[in-house]
């Protein structure tokens, strides 16, 4: 018989699971994965698929026979459970009832089982603790590690599946009740014994050597723990033992060092000694034994210490959130990074910390103001502050942790004594909408706490991350003991009782970096103006807000903005062209596929339109309006136009005809340049529209061998006047003229050449559609320098 099934998984287990109902023509009627190695299994297959449990909402209801579970962390719903008309199944990893919850192998291997398994079972409410429909057991071999009684978990898995369809498709399965009162759990926040450090009167050779076994999970994530050897207040994580051949004699005491060198390190315990063959640092990096038991200043001989009983329970409510909220804290560390302002480069380590002068008090700003958040809103204009001085990028500080003293002076290096506080806003916002988001980060950090300082030991995914931020903000700073990390370039210092800032810094201030420098220098009225803004005019954007002094704005819109005077030509655009033609008469102007074109040439043609225009008997000023494709024709006509002071209006040949029809009603279009080719369409659709608009057809202009009228002088005082109209796009509404005059152009020109060091000798491709500001310098910035176009 066929079944209908449907697969949630986010292992890769879910497709040896699949393959392996395919192979026996049972039908999967959705995969539900977040993996791209699922997904793409699942299309390859032809079977529809989703990313999360969260977009079964976005697809049409549906029912399968069969619901399975396999490798997934999400605690499926009722609603999700019915999806299957007979049973909802989940994998777990043991032997059920025994090590219900989560790194199930792990645990195992640390309570000495000689036996594991794998187990089939209907979901319900509770987890884990569903009928169970198949299980199969494997033996715990004595060395294995969790790496490889994972692997065998795995195959144990498949072959399980396999056997769990066959008795579905004969009609066999046999669900049956779990016996509770064998059952063990493991949350996500279990603890190892004495959560990891070695005690020396409980821990055996054995015990060390298996739980080395337990936690040797090598390029996977470890969500238990690590083995920990302490020495002073400091400690190394035991990455690889081994089991000493001697028993231990009665007058070493339990932890004595009974060897060094540069093999490892052996220490007596319960039963025989151990050897520490391997360490790694906090990081997950090995670290010389020799050089760690040195920097310690252990020897042969000396008593290794351990935390007695009151520690370890003192250690207990942290360590229980730091593991149940380690996946939060991995999302937060992956995203730091560095200040574009204030960055590592900018860092002297070698310097001590540098105090701004001038402090920031919230007392003294607002004098006759009660506030009951003042740390709200001090970190808020802080965050704001390095938010805009960061080009509005995502912003990562380092939060001194709260109870950081406490947690050093108890625990040494166990716990970060930094939270990672990241602050970012895609649109638009207010100071208020700030102040909202930062006292809800400040829940969250409250809510967490801590996060253990192996952290980035035991989750590769970790490695290579910034650690820190390199600014540093302690908001319980009343103390002045300045707790900084190694990095910290820039250091804000909170007194929540005067609600005070201080600002430190270790930068070196006096070399070139002037810009740098002004900005230290103005960085406390900065906050100062922010915090006026925050509490006086919440409401205000927050990314556009000027927060700088009277002083600073003063030099960059009077001084700094202002460059060097450049004074411009007092000619008009024709008479510059005219310059260029008696220059270089002989000079090619433009080059157009295979014809070229001197500047004297094209001067006689723009002169012809130009004749054809003053037979119009146009006034000065007057618009007149251009449909050409991109030619030597086009040049002319544009030029012949500003030899008579009048305004082009340029039109794209792609236009629609509605567009322009607009273009012509707005700008009163009398007369049209335009090629035979399009007179007819023209001259239908104007009659169409009852307007009388004259079409200029540019073929019989420049193939007239007439001479020229007598040209009329031209007005030097026309640069300021209009040289065309340039109608915008109108995709927000109906498209709107922009007047532009040969001053803006020449400006435009000049700016164009002087920038791009254009002159006679270089040449510029016109591409660009001449109903757009960019062919100014593809069309009249060349020929005002005496460059040709192509």
């Not at 715990?140 to 065998?152: A, F, K």
């Not at 599946?161 to 063990?184: C, H, N, W, Y």
């Not at 028993?247 to 060094?260: F, H, Q, R, V």
């Not at 009277?550 to 450049?566: H, P």
Request: net charge negative.
């Amino acid at each position: 018989m066929e079944i209908t099934t449907c697969l949630i998984g986010e292992d890769s287990l879910v497709i040896q699971c699949g393959d392996q109902l395919l192979s026996r023509n049972h039908r999967i009627h959705l995969v539900i994965s977040p993996l791209n190695s699922v997904q793409e299994w699942a299309e390859e297959h032809g079977i529809s698929w989703i990313a999360s449990i969260d977009k079964l909402a976005n697809i049409e209801p549906f029912q399968v026979d069969y619901l399975f579970s396999i490798v997934n962390s999400r605690i499926l719903s009722k609603s999700i459970r019915n999806l299957a008309r007979c049973y909802a199944i989940n994998y777990h990893d043991s032997l059920l009832p025994k090590f219900a919850g989560l790194n199930s192998t792990s645990w195992a291997l640390v309570h000495n089982e000689k036996e594991h398994g794998v187990t089939w079972h209907i979901m319900n409410d509770k987890i884990d603790e569903g009928e169970i429909v198949y299980q199969q057991s494997l033996p715990i071999y004595p060395n294995d590690t969790v790496l490889t009684l994972n692997l065998r978990c795995y195959e144990n898995a498949i072959s399980s599946f396999t056997q769990m369809i066959k008795l579905i498709e004969a009609g066999l399965l046999a669900p049956r009740k779990q016996v509770l009162d064998k059952r063990s759990y493991f949350a996500a926040n279990h603890h190892l014994p004495c959560f990891g450090f070695i005690d020396w009167r409980l821990f055996s050779a054995k015990t060390i050597e298996r739980i080395t076994r337990a936690l040797s999970i090598q390029k996977y994530s470890n969500h238990v723990g690590t083995l920990k050897l302490l020495a002073d207040r400091d400690y190394a994580i035991v990455s690889q033992v081994e089991l000493g051949c001697a028993p231990n004699t009665a007058e070493n005491k339990l932890g004595t060092i009974l060897d060094i060198d540069e093999n490892g390190l052996v220490v007596s315990t319960v039963g025989q000694p151990i050897k520490f063959v391997e360490l790694l640092s906090l990081a997950g990096e090995p670290i010389s034994i020799k050089d760690w038991v040195n920097s310690h200043g252990l020897q042969v001989g000396q008593v290794l210490p351990y935390y007695r009983v009151k520690d370890i329970e003192a250690q207990r409510k942290y360590h229980s959130s730091a593991l149940a909220n380690e996946r939060y804290w991995i999302s937060k560390i992956k995203a730091i990074s560095e200040h574009n302002t204030f960055n590592l480069q900018r860092l002297k380590q070698s310097m001590e910390f540098e105090r701004l002068e001038t402090s920031i008090c919230l007392n003294d700003i607002f004098p006759s103001k009660q506030f009951d958040n003042k740390v709200e809103l001090l970190l808020t204009a802080i965050l704001v502050y390095l938010y805009r001085l960061n080009n509005q990028e995502q912003l990562s500080v380092s939060i001194v942790q709260p109870e950081y003293n406490h947690l050093q002076e108890q625990f040494g290096p166990l716990f970060s004594g930094f939270l990672p506080l990241l602050f970012h806003k895609e649109n638009d916002f207010s100071f208020q909408e700030a102040l909202e988001s930062v006292t809800k980060s400040l829940v969250e950090l409250d809510k967490r706490s801590v996060f253990l300082s192996d952290i980035a030991a035991r989750h590769p995914e970790l490695k290579g991350s910034q650690m820190e931020s390199g600014i540093v903000i302690n908001l319980s700073g009343a103390n002045k003991d300045y707790p900084c990390q190694t990095e910290t370039v820039l250091y804000f210092n909170l007194d929540p009782d005067r609600g005070k800032i201080e600002i430190l810094h270790r930068m070196e201030l006096n070399r070139d970096d002037s810009l740098l420098k002004e900005l230290m220098s103005h960085c406390t009225q900065h906050l100062v103006n922010i915090l006026i803004q925050l509490i006086n005019y919440p409401f205000v954007s927050a990314r556009k807000f000027c927060f700088l002094t009277q002083a600073e704005r003063y030099n960059l819109l009077q001084v700094w903005g202002k460059g060097k005077t450049r004074y411009l030509p007092e000619k008009s655009l024709a008479m510059l062209f005219e310059t260029q033609v008696a220059s270089n008469p002989d000079k090619v102007a433009v080059y157009f596929n295979h014809l070229s074109v001197t500047y004297l040439e094209l001067n006689e043609l723009a002169e012809r339109v130009a004749n054809r225009i003053r037979q119009q008997q146009l006034p000065a000023q007057h618009f007149i309006g251009l449909y050409l494709q991109r030619s030597i024709e086009m040049l002319a006509v544009i030029l012949g136009i500003l030899k008579v002071n009048c305004a082009y209006v340029p039109l794209d040949t792609k236009y629609p005809l509605l567009k322009i029809e607009q273009i012509v009603e707005d700008a009163n279009l009398s007369c049209l340049f335009i090629q035979q080719k399009s007179v007819e369409q023209f001259n239908d659709f104007f009659k169409q529209k009852e307007k009388k608009v004259e079409l200029l057809t540019v073929e019989a202009i420049l193939s007239t061998q007439q001479k020229a009228c007598e040209q009329v002088p031209t007005d030097l005082t026309i640069t300021n006047k209009i040289a065309y109209i340039m109608f915008t796009s109108g995709t927000t509404g109906r498209p709107k003229g922009v007047v532009v005059t040969h001053r803006n152009i020449i400006n435009y020109c000049k700016w164009f050449t002087e920038t791009t060091h254009f002159d006679e000798k270089c040449t510029i491709d016109f591409s660009s559609s001449i109903a757009f500001d960019l062919s100014v310098p593809c069309t009249l910035a060349p020929l005002l320098v005496g460059g040709p176009l192509l």
